[in-house]
């Protein structure tokens, strides 16, 4: 920990009021090309992420954000051991259409039928992430783009199986039966809150005592920061990369059966790609500094910046598509910003070869 | 079934795939060379296609458009540029913000401005013209591969070529290379690398916004959202498996456009349309684990330890 100042301090304030000037500055530019009114567009901003009668929109967001802060530990868990896995689409996309599958067609109903499928989607998706990790260790190839290209299997074996074999083709959609009412994540009495935020919770106080005070977490970390070292140490370097992996990728797998189970309640084509949850989650994980408490709020935040957008959208005529962008601007200012240091906490350095 | 598959119209569709994601890995190739993992191709080829579109529909003119892609890919360089080189961001990070960043700035212009979502498509869109040569257009086979392209065919074919040379020949392009493998031994000659890789990064720019003009102004004239769909992460494997040398990436790119062709033919045999379309990537997933493979046997020989 390095000693604050007053000049340290100073020196970070100035850095992050010009940053936020430069995400204020572009959003206007932004909403003058989209030739919106301001006030108008401000007011249907805050609205929709916080407001709505009986705070409607406001649970939305917490339910958005409840996927988000899942996607972001998966990335977390990742990047803190030390791989760069950007995979969190593909084992979210696959978690989500096995646990549907286990939904509609295991015969198992009610409370234990969700267990079976959460179970299942977890399952799955570690699977996707080992693969992964499996191709690193054993066959040389890159993490980063191992993780990445085993995305876009992903999508398309679902988008298959929800055209063919799985589809409800009375309902004319690409999407699977409607799953049983017993196996839907109950709500929040007297709100239209599913209780998946609760489920995600206890899922990052899981994470947060395997990052801070169990030894396998330990040692995955170690391994983080330099596999050479967690090597010469002694440690099964193998077994702690994929069961790192197998950890990150059954927490993508989670968010996609909590997403079928308690929002969707089927399997849709695209619906866990188009809200690039697994990108906010990533981008979540790394405006924090991958500092394991800090994403619930960095969670919220950008839920709460894609709610409101998507109310803008609604509202004022402005697409929806700012909120990616300002993402992507946000993240540049962190990435760069001189107080951050992603290494630190993070993957060593992946050589490009 | 076979004959079918490899008809003369196949040599036109070849090129078709190929040409966005060649000019795309070339771009790439530069930066790898000159020492910075650009992997926000993705990004900066979606914008180069949209901008392709609105230059051409607003001016009428498809030089415009071609000349817009350029810009928009170059705005994307600047900003790589930006916050890479020059505020240290670790470049992984800030091809993901680049990305997201190129998929919002299309989706959301294409709205804002031209107001529609989806799909534009105008007859004000001004295509890109092909280039017939006479001699070689009556050949058999060959002459649909080498004549009647786009104008970008030529140029891209051509780039790859003039790169190799440069980089073999020039001393531009030593320096470019010497900034990605010995950086300290180029500032020795007073030379900075870090201008040389703004320089590779900027070339990459304007290679990625013709690629993108390539898939929206070409052959289709109509921009869709998230038009590049994947290309600019082949063009990414297409990089690290040929090692940024411009000759095998010429090849290698080329086997991909053919297995991206082949699989739009093999769903005339009633594949279902999401097997076809995986190919292309599984393709470049093998390509990559046979070349890592490869790396993976060397280091154990030569280092003689197992670690990762």
Known sequence: ?353 | MIASLFDPSFAESISRMTVPILLAALGGAICQRAGVFNIALEGFIIIGAFMAVLGSYFFGSASVGLFCAMAGGVFMALLFAEFHLRRAGDPIIVSIALNLIGFGLSTYLLRAILGVSGVFQHDGIKKISNIHIPLIESLPYVGKLLSGQSLLFYFSIIAVLFCHAFYAKHRLGLWMRAAGENASGLTSLGVSPKRMQFFALTVCGVLCGLAGAQLSISNVGLFVENMSAGRGWIAVVAVLVSGGRPLPLLGLVFLFGGVDSMSLRVQGFGWPQQFTEILPYLASLLALIIVSYKRLRKDWATKGIKIT
């Open chain 1, 1 to 353: 920990m390095r000693k604050l100042s007053i000049k340290r301090i100073s020196l970070h304030a100035t850095g992050w009021l010009i940053s936020f000037l430069w995400v204020g500055l572009a959003s206007a530019v932004l909403l003058f090309l989209a030739d919106a009114d301001f006030i108008n567009s401000l007011h249907a901003f805050f609205k929709s992420a916080f407001g709505g009668r009986k705070f409607a929109y406001l649970l939305s967001t917490i339910s958005r954000a409840a996927l988000i802060i899942g996607m972001a530990m998966s990335a977390l868990i990742a990047f803190r051991g030390g791989f760069f896995n950007i995979g969190g689409e593909g084992q979210l996309v696959v978690g989500g259409l096995a646990s549907a599958t286990a939904a509609l067609y295991f015969g198992i109903m009610g409370p234990l039928g969700i267990i079976v499928a959460c179970l299942t989607g977890m399952a799955a998706g570690a699977v996707w992430a080992v693969l992964a990790g499996a191709m690193r260790i054993w066959l040389g190839v890159p993490i980063l783009v191992g993780t990445l290209l085993l995305n876009y299997p992903a999508r398309f074996i679902a988008s298959y199986f929800v055209n063919h074999p799985l589809r409800d083709i009375a309902s004319g959609m690409p999407q699977t039966h409607l799953i049983d009412k017993s196996m839907w994540l109950p709500l929040i009495p007297g709100t239209r809150l599913d209780t998946g935020f609760i489920l995600i919770l206890g899922a990052f106080v899981l994470v947060l005592i395997y990052c801070h005070r169990t030894v396998a977490g330990y040692q995955a970390r170690m391994t983080g920061y330099s596999i050479n070292f967690a090597a010469a140490a002694g440690l099964p370097i193998h077994q702690i990369s994929l069961r790192t992996l197998a950890i990150s990728g059954s927490i993508a797998g989670l968010v996609g059966a909590i997403a079928v189970l308690g929002l969707h309640h089927r399997f849709v084509d695209g619906m866990l790609v188009q809200p690039l949850y697994a990108w906010t989650g990533i981008v979540t994980a790394l405006l924090v500094n991958l500092l394991p408490w800090a994403i619930v709020p960095a969670g919220l935040f950008f839920a709460a910046l894609h709610s409101g957008a998507a109310g803008m959208e609604r509202i004022a005529d402005v697409p929806k598509e700012i909120a990616v962008i300002l993402q992507g601007i946000i993240i540049l200012f962190v990435a760069s910003s001189k107080t951050a240091d992603i290494r630190q906490n993070g993957p060593a350095k992946e050589k490009s070869e």
